[in-house]
């Protein structure tokens, strides 16, 4: 498949094309690099509209039930689908390859659904490059609804609100946060906090549960131009299919005002600039101990540093304006 | 005066030029960079016999006095004094220039002591800088014993400890360390508790208190290779002058068994390799805001990336070969 057949296959929404363009942007080699820059360039389009979803929830909670129900009646709706993990633990665990399309089959089987496990990676600065991609390959597909969920490892969450435009936590009843290993902070960036399980027995402590994580986002500062009732707190069960209308209802609203606001576009634009930027920084730092040059003359003069030969700025001045040219060291901006 | 009567005047401990040489390493001027290099280059001498004393107290501890009485005693004793300070919120404060030499006169006016308050200067990481060079000007200067306090805001006491080879934390009687504003982490990173104020009223309570700290330092681990007893707390008086003595011994020998291990050594080593990388670090990341081609490249595609028109690694991988060259990009280390 030539470059072109790719970009065609891709924008024509053929599976397999997905596949093979979501196989080069995983890839680390620089020539795959490249050609990855090159199609998203090719494909980029701002005037899609999408919707990205980000989806937190530990263990347990139902995550899989719910997004097989949640993305099964999207479907039936005419919406295509796809489905991206961000899950920090697969490098370590040999990831969930098999795990994600097992643990929802029915969508899994979906014409008009997408499921893509977390690419295997050590580095979360890499997973968050590549999930940030493939979000453009799967658009660019005609995938118009993007669920990216986490397990709430390390600093998962606030990656993946930084890729999605509403980002969603999923709790079981009782426990309370802490109890359920959820993170300080992550409360501060739901907009939607889902109480699962609001079946059976559960059923009242999954209101309770609800009315009190209502109770707490009621004291949190509301999102500058959100509508009243943001951050809700709402009781679903996936199993029952219960409240998840309303549960979609609530998403569909809030992003419908974001849109019109201007908000939308606005936290879009900011998200790219941000993920520029950061790749920017982490590609400079890279670069002390990727590039053999460097690193061998890092670790020489770390040695005269250490063995008080040479003052540490001295060194560093030196190391600068090797990488940098002379125009590398100015001060501090002091 | 020319920059090698500069260096003969550090080094016959005059000082002017002692003055002369810090305003030089506090300059941010390229120039005076240069210059500054040079002459640390020049004068410096690992094998100089000098003790580095980090001092970290909260205000209202007693630090002045503390310090006023330590240094007097030391100074008896045929030691050289250099006081330094590393205050992060003398930026804002307009500095505490008139401050430090009158809240320790006597000291002030000793002329075997030195006392420089910290620099102003916005960047916590350029303090470090500045804070070591003058340590390293103070030593060629022929003082022998350098005091470095800080006054325990933000990051300060982490970045003291990695400057100097013993690090002494001053307590009040009573409160505990959370009540008298002491991070976490502190705790960890002292040799040597001092609680002061164990005159008068109070001398029952900085016991107690002295004991507690005691105890919690037993559940924290040994620091590989230190004697029996360390880290340790004591009770002193800066004002009674009481157990001052024995408080300058347990340093002295933890220095001197530090010394006969290597581990002293060691430590000022890793000290001067950290410090070279960090500045390392902090340059590359201070040239994408500092050099005025980066800036202008950086903004424009950022924009570009805002408006979704760049990928953000395309655009990221473009500034990096930019700044870096061909080599600048070669994926993630995946």
Same mark, same amino acid.
């Given at each position: 498949?030539?470059?072109?057949? &790719?970009?065609?296959?891709?924008?024509?929404? +053929?599976?397999?094309?997905?596949?093979?363009?979501?196989?080069?942007?995983?890839?680390?080699?620089?020539?795959?690099?490249?050609?990855?820059?090159?199609?998203?360039?090719?494909?980029?389009?701002?005037?899609?509209?999408?919707?990205?979803?980000?989806?937190?929830?530990?263990?347990?909670?139902?995550?899989?039930?719910?997004?097989?129900?949640?993305?099964?009646?999207?479907?039936?709706?005419?919406?295509?689908?796809?489905?991206?993990?961000?899950?920090?633990?697969?490098?370590?665990?040999?990831?969930?390859?098999?795990? +994600?399309?097992?643990?929802?089959?029915?969508?899994?089987?979906?014409?008009?659904?997408?499921? #893509?496990?977390?690419?295997?990676?050590?580095?979360?600065?890499?997973?968050?490059?590549?999930?940030?991609?493939?979000?453009?390959?799967?658009?660019?597909?005609?995938?118009?609804?993007?669920?990216?969920?986490?397990?709430?490892?390390?600093?998962?969450?606030?990656?993946?609100?930084?890729?999605?435009?509403?980002?969603?936590?999923?709790?079981?009843?009782?426990?309370?946060?802490?109890?359920?290993?959820?993170?300080?902070?992550?409360?501060?960036?739901?907009?939607?906090?889902?109480?699962?399980?609001?079946?059976? +027995?559960?059923? #009242?402590?999954?209101?309770?549960?609800?009315?009190?994580?209502?109770?707490?986002?009621?004291?949190? #500062?509301?999102?500058?131009?959100?509508?009243?009732?943001?951050?809700?707190?709402?009781?679903?069960?996936?199993?029952?299919?219960?409240?998840?209308?309303?549960?979609?209802?609530?998403?569909?609203?809030?992003?419908?005002?974001?849109?019109?606001?201007?908000?939308?576009?606005?936290?879009?634009?900011?998200?790219?600039?941000?993920?520029?930027?950061?790749?920017?920084?982490?590609? &400079?730092?890279?670069?002390?101990?990727?590039?053999?040059?460097?690193?061998?003359?890092?670790?020489?003069?770390?040695?005269?540093?250490?063995?008080?030969?040479?003052?540490?700025?001295?060194?560093?001045?030196?190391?600068?304006?090797?990488?940098?040219?002379?125009?590398?060291?100015?001060?501090?901006?002091?």
């Amino acid at each position: 498949m030539t470059d072109a057949e &790719l970009q065609a296959g891709l924008l024509g929404g +053929d599976r397999r094309a997905l596949a093979r363009a979501i196989t080069l942007v995983e890839s680390a080699r620089p020539d795959h690099r490249a050609r990855a820059a090159r199609l998203l360039g090719a494909v980029a389009d701002p005037s899609r509209d999408t919707l990205r979803l980000g989806l937190s929830g530990t263990p347990g909670v139902g995550k899989s039930t719910f997004i097989e129900r949640f993305g099964l009646d999207r479907v039936a709706e005419g919406h295509r689908v796809a489905v991206l993990a961000v899950d920090p633990s697969s490098a370590r665990s040999g990831g969930s390859i098999l795990g +994600d399309k097992t643990r929802m089959e029915r969508l899994a089987r979906a014409p008009a659904a997408f499921i #893509r496990p977390s690419p295997s990676q050590t580095e979360l600065g890499g997973v968050a490059r590549r999930t940030r991609e493939v979000i453009a390959l799967c658009e660019a597909a005609g995938f118009d609804l993007i669920v990216v969920e986490t397990v709430g490892v390390g600093q998962s969450e606030t990656l993946v609100a930084q890729m999605t435009d509403i980002f969603v936590l999923l709790l079981a009843p009782g426990g309370g946060d802490e109890l359920q290993g959820v993170k300080r902070g992550i409360m501060e960036i739901a907009d939607l906090i889902l109480v699962n399980k609001a079946d059976g +027995d559960m059923r #009242r402590q999954a209101e309770a549960t609800r009315a009190e994580y209502q109770g707490a986002l009621r004291l949190l #500062r509301r999102r500058a131009g959100d509508p009243d009732g943001y951050p809700a707190a709402l009781a679903v069960s996936a199993l029952d299919a219960t409240g998840m209308a309303a549960a979609w209802d609530a998403m569909a609203a809030l992003a419908a005002h974001r849109r019109a606001s201007g908000r939308f576009a606005a936290t879009r634009a900011a998200q790219n600039r941000h993920a520029f930027e950061d790749a920017v920084r982490q590609g &400079l730092l890279r670069h002390l101990t990727a590039d053999p040059g460097t690193r061998d003359r890092m670790a020489a003069l770390g040695r005269s540093v250490a063995a008080g030969q040479v003052a540490p700025a001295a060194a560093a001045d030196e190391i600068l304006r090797a990488i940098l040219g002379a125009a590398g060291t100015g001060g501090e901006g002091a």
